[in-house]
């Protein structure tokens, strides 16, 4: 007998698509790619849940930026989203193992040849040359390294990575 998939726990999934449709708490683009759920036996697909996430992520960012646009104007969002786009560019054009901070001492953080590897991609990306996605974006993985890039750091890069693109859409 084969042993139940694991997947996204039922209950977790549930309770947040609940109080996002009712209204019980703004849901931001932000709050939708940091949520994580506890996997379990039997649980949702977890590759159907995410891909559901990311639509709603998708709808979600679409009216931030209109109310973005609404409160400052086309020209003013364009300079807020061109300033975010500059900051990550200026990040990701350091020398290799010194684009991010490093974790704190004995503690373990994002894998620094990954990270690096993957920021490479997004410089590409930039000077059009290489092809990325949202979804490359918000389902890298990097393995740990004892002393690697503080992942606080290179989370915040990469969220904001996936606004950017959100609103070059």
Do not use: C, W
């Amino acid at each position: 007998m084969k042993a139940p998939a694991k997947g996204y726990d039922v209950a977790a999934v549930d309770a947040f698509i609940a109080g996002a449709q009712a209204g019980e708490s703004v849901v931001s683009s932000n709050d939708i790619r940091a949520v994580a759920f506890p996997v379990v036996k039997g649980g949702y697909s977890t590759v159907e849940v995410d891909a559901a996430l990311e639509r709603f992520e998708d709808t979600v960012a679409e009216h931030e930026i209109s109310e973005l646009i609404s409160r400052i104007g086309p020209d003013g969002a364009t300079a807020e989203v061109r300033a975010v786009a500059q900051d990550i560019l200026n990040r990701i054009v350091l020398e290799p193992r010194k684009r991010f901070r490093g974790a704190p001492l004995f503690a373990y953080g994002y894998n620094r040849n990954d990270v690096d590897e993957f920021t490479d991609r997004i410089r590409a990306f930039y000077m059009d040359r290489g092809l990325l996605s949202r979804s490359d974006v918000r389902g890298i993985t990097f393995r740990p390294q004892l002393g690697g890039y503080h992942e606080g750091q290179v989370d915040l890069l990469l969220d904001e990575l996936v606004r950017v693109m959100l609103a070059a859409k």
